[in-house]
């Protein structure tokens, strides 16, 4: 190239400080601390702290206390007014401390509501980002492999199962679990018979809800299943809907979709029946405990062997635990839809992912930019590589479809690793360097890394937030981006849409390449850059490839691109087949050794 050898390596220099100093997450630091949640076994990922277990227990504790001591100033308010009248002081004493009691109690049982709905919310926040830092981590081979529906069921579906069986299951069943055992102790302690009959009842509505809560977790089974296969479709007809309308397949798709709908709803009503047989138990039992509290409370007062106290006391104790029977019986449901959830929520965190100590990995540090692959295999894809690419050089790449071309840029770039061999650069072995400092050393434009939602200035720094204007005005001018900003009204403030639906062609690749070209990357991968676009942005790219000082890859089918190469590799089924220097492949391809009169400004 003609731009000037120092001025190129200060230029990387100082893009590698740069982007160490201003990062929000610097190199030395390499990964957020979400990240080491990605050492522990999925299982303890899953699991709730020692801390939100007391704070419910606390809550129940004091829940206790306060059925405890309702019931017992019940049945001394009730003999007192039985024994010295209405105008008792010690009644009077009596009725205000119960006040005092229920208020507290109402509180409690706000705080319970509140205290039980933030330990789910901050649970399924902290499961949220450990699933998300696990996918970010995991092959790109894996994710392709993985189907959308069934990753956003994870993170929404699933994980708001999970946040329910935590606050309203697990915390509140805590809470009502406690509750239940201090208002038994009680009916126990008023009289043996009326505990009895109140723990009787409660473990029998158990046992049948143990049953019917097998029926549920079929159910939530296949329920799953058929939303999984609408939420795929759906995804797929919302992201393909032009497809669909240009090839005339509305009809046909309305059809599959209403009875994928069908089949989801079905499933859907027999749930809503087994939910229904849940509640109607829980509700029951804690009714018919209540109903039994009176009959035998009245049985032993007209026995003489209970006090008219005792049993309007049990009548108020018996009352109070219906609720927290209605809870315990309702955690069996929310225990049955977040074990299913969890289990997949487990098994997605057990997938393989591509670095397993992120953060204790050194960074990767590139001077001169060499590439060696060292019998690099992928599995379906690369067989046994071998193979350099020295410093600064632009090696173009060329071959049939299925050839491994793009498969043998994921693997420098670490989309995907090899199963057998390694890449280094500048003699250090990819695989033991961090992933993050190697996506910031070597940079990838592709078909198959589309533009995001946002700005076009969210778009064009995406690799480096923080880049100084100057670096930003570098980009757009070296990558065309000023015929872009003209052309939209609201420049580098406008927005992009997914994958850069709202763009030409044209538009998004020179975005996209000024985008990979951010920081100066000491190695440059370019997937088929040029593909579907018209000569006069075709230039455009190749001349800013030309005047890129670093390493470059460059896929591509058009020998006159690979003709500006300093070495073309011709590759067929997972193999370089030929490596041919670039003055002899343009000798073969165009009869001469001189470049084009466009690009020999920019040679290398």
């Known amino acids: 190239m003609s731009t000037d050898p120092g001025k190129n390596e200060q230029l990387h220099s100082s893009g590698e400080d740069q982007l160490s100093r201003d990062d929000n997450r610097p190199l030395d630091v390499d990964d957020s601390r979400a990240m080491n949640d990605l050492r522990l076994a999925p299982r303890d990922a899953v699991r709730l702290g020692a801390f939100e277990i007391v704070q419910v227990v606390l809550i129940g504790l004091a829940q206790a206390a306060i059925i405890v001591a309702t019931g017992l100033l019940v049945r001394a308010a009730m003999d007192t007014l039985e024994r010295d009248g209405l105008v008792s002081g010690h009644f009077l004493t009596l009725i205000a401390v119960l006040a005092v009691v229920v208020l507290i109690g109402g509180l409690v049982r706000g705080l319970e509501w509140s205290v039980s709905e933030s330990i789910g919310f901050r649970y399924m926040h902290r499961i949220r980002m450990v699933m998300y830092a696990h996918l970010e981590r995991m092959s790109g081979r894996r994710l392709l492999n993985i189907s959308r529906g069934a990753v956003l069921l994870r993170f929404t579906g699933d994980l708001g199962l999970i946040r329910a069986w935590v606050s309203r299951g697990i915390a509140r069943g805590i809470v009502a679990g406690i509750s239940i055992a201090a208002g038994t102790a009680v009916l126990f302690y008023f009289h043996f018979a009326l505990g009895l009959l109140a723990l009787g009842v409660i473990a029998v509505a158990a046992a049948i809800s143990l049953r019917v809560g097998r029926w549920q977790r079929r159910a939530i089974r296949m329920v799953r299943r058929r939303r999984a296969n609408l939420t795929t479709n759906l995804t797929e007809q919302i992201h393909g809907m032009l497809t669909v309308q240009a090839l005339g397949r509305l009809a046909g798709e309305y059809d599959r979709l209403q009875r994928q709908s069908a089949r989801l709803t079905r499933r859907l009503v027999r749930y809503a029946w087994v939910r229904g047989l849940l509640r109607a138990i829980a509700t029951g039992a804690s009714s018919l405990a209540m109903v039994g509290v009176l009959a035998v409370g009245a049985y032993y007062f007209a026995a003489g062997q209970v006090t008219l106290g005792t049993v309007v006391a049990a009548m108020m104790v018996a009352r109070m635990m219906m609720r927290p029977v209605r809870s315990l019986g309702m955690a069996n449901e929310y225990w049955q839809n977040g074990r299913v959830s969890r289990q997949k929520v487990v098994t997605f965190l057990r997938q393989p992912y591509r670095e397993a100590d992120g953060v204790e990995l050194p960074k990767l540090r590139v001077r001169k930019g060499l590439i060696e692959f ?25 071959g049939p479809s299925g050839a491994g071309k793009s498969s043998l840029l994921s693997v420098v770039a670490r989309i995907t690793d090899p199963d057998e061999g390694d ?38 720094l995406y690799r480096w937030r923080e880049a100084p204007d100057s670096e930003l005005e570098r980009v757009i001018k070296l990558c065309g981006v000023e015929e872009v900003i003209a052309g939209l009204p609201d420049g580098l403030s406008a927005g992009i849409k997914e994958g850069g639906a709202n763009l030409s062609a044209g538009y998004a690749a020179r975005i996209a390449l000024a985008r990979a070209m951010v920081g100066n990357p000491k190695i440059l991968l370019l997937d088929e850059p040029t593909l579907n676009l018209d000569d006069a942005t075709r230039r455009i790219v190749l001349e800013a490839v030309l005047h890129y000082g670093g390493t470059v890859l460059l896929v591509t089918r058009e020998p006159e691109e690979a003709a500006l190469a300093d070495v073309v590799w011709e590759m067929e089924d997972g193999r370089i087949e030929r490596t041919i220097p670039g003055d002899s492949f343009r000798a073969s391809v165009g009869g001469q050794t001189v470049l084009p009169a466009w690009a020999r400004g920019g040679s290398r």
């Open 374 to 398: 060292r019998n690099v295999s992928l599995v379906g894809a690369l067989h046994g590589i071998n193979a350099r690419v020295e410093p600064r050089q632009l090696v173009a790449i060329m």
């Open 423 to 460: 890449v280094a650069v500048d003699g250090q072995s990819l695989s033991g360097c961090s992933l993050r400092s190697c996506a910031r050393q070597i940079s990838m434009m592709s078909n198959e890394l589309p533009l995001l939602r946002g700005s076009l200035r969210r778009n064009l």
